[in-house]
């Protein structure tokens, strides 16, 4: 994995002091199936944060009622922010 500091998007949250963003593909946008397969969780989950309230997970894309997509960039930041960084007792 390649670490990357750019490209922040104002819709995502940066990660904290000291943190990273990690890239996790080459490709601009990621389906719901792929993101999945990133998070080793079942799709149904990645639609259930899309669509149940609260709204959870990485920003969307809606392309159309069926397809939706999630830019890579987005997810990279997502994931940067959510990352807990144990201190040294």
Not at 15 to 23: K, L, S
Not at 75 to 83: D, F, G, K
């Amino acid at each position: 994995m390649r670490l990357v500091t750019q490209n922040a998007s104002p819709d995502v949250p940066a990660p904290q002091e000291g943190g990273e963003i990690i890239q996790l593909s080459p490709k601009p946008f990621m389906s719901t199936e792929e993101l999945a397969g990133l998070l080793d969780v079942d799709p149904s989950t990645i639609r259930r944060w899309r669509t149940v309230p609260p709204l959870q997970g990485p920003p969307f894309i809606p392309i159309s009622d069926r397809v939706v997509k999630y830019a890579t960039a987005d997810v990279e930041r997502w994931l940067s922010a959510r990352r807990v960084v144990p201190r040294a007792a």
